[in-house]
């Protein structure tokens, strides 16, 4: 990923959700230019560790874990920049139920501090679209805030139309109770994907299934080479049945 252009882009477009901190926003203490966090209390953040490269299950030695091994997801690798602990799931909390999207703007920039490590480049950026109905009630969708950020700070296009997400009501049509339980009312957008790498982006990966789902429509729609990259993950929550 082309980390100059990252923080050039950065530095150009970031007025857009960012508001200068003068406090930090844990300690008091003055944060760094263009920081809501001071520099110490960054470096105490639950940042994820070992994971295995394809789920981000934490794991104890290098290398995909056992159940990726036996059952892989339909996803290639995935990356969550922390995990969904203290303060970083009080963050995300507080930014979905008081509306307050500057952390949105905090969320894509600690993102991009620990980008994916990848030997190509994806094509697109793909966000996980969320309902009409919670799109109303909220107001906002932080998977696409934090995808429009991203896409504005790797420099690399958003496919805003690649999914689509339906109403629960609208999906009385599908048959087996499992399927019942496990969709999430994604369906695929119409996109040609042929051929393509995408880089899926969520806030909040906890067992992995919408991960799972968004790629395997992806793949439908021709895409070559899917990954997921989210803000954070939920240890020990691992989707079972992909
Ligand atoms: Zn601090
Ligand atoms: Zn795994």
């Not at 393509?196 to 969520?202: A, G």
Request: aromatic share 8%.
């Amino acid at each position: 990923m082309r980390i100059q252009s990252t923080l050039s882009a950065l530095r150009e477009n970031w007025w857009l959700f960012f508001n200068q901190s003068t406090q930090c926003e844990l300690c008091l203490e003055t944060p760094d230019q263009n920081a809501f966090i001071c520099s110490r209390c960054q470096a105490d953040l639950p940042w994820s560790g070992l994971c295995c490269p394809q789920c981000s299950e934490p794991v104890l030695s290098e290398g995909r874990c056992g159940r990726c091994q036996k059952q892989p997801p339909a996803f290639d690798y995935s990356s969550c920049t922390f995990l969904y602990s203290h303060p970083v799931s009080h963050w995300v909390q507080h930014c979905k139920d008081k509306g307050d999207i500057r952390f949105a703007g905090h969320f894509a920039r600690l993102m991009l501090q620990d980008p994916p490590l990848l030997t190509t480049a994806p094509d697109a950026l793909v966000m996980i679209p969320a309902t009409p109905g919670r799109l109303l009630k909220r107001g906002f969708n932080l998977s696409q805030l934090l995808a429009m950020q991203l896409s504005r700070g790797l420099g690399i296009p958003l496919y805003q139309d690649a999914l689509n997400k339906q109403q629960p009501s609208e999906q009385r049509h599908l048959s087996g109770n499992e399927r019942r339980r496990t969709d999430t009312g994604l369906r695929a957008g119409i996109r040609d994907l042929s051929g393509q790498h995408l880089l899926i982006i969520d806030d909040v990966m906890t067992t992995g299934s919408t991960l799972n789902q968004a790629a395997k429509l992806l793949r439908q729609q021709g895409a070559e080479t899917v990954g997921g990259w989210c803000f954070s993950r939920v240890p020990g929550e691992r989707f079972q049945a992909y």
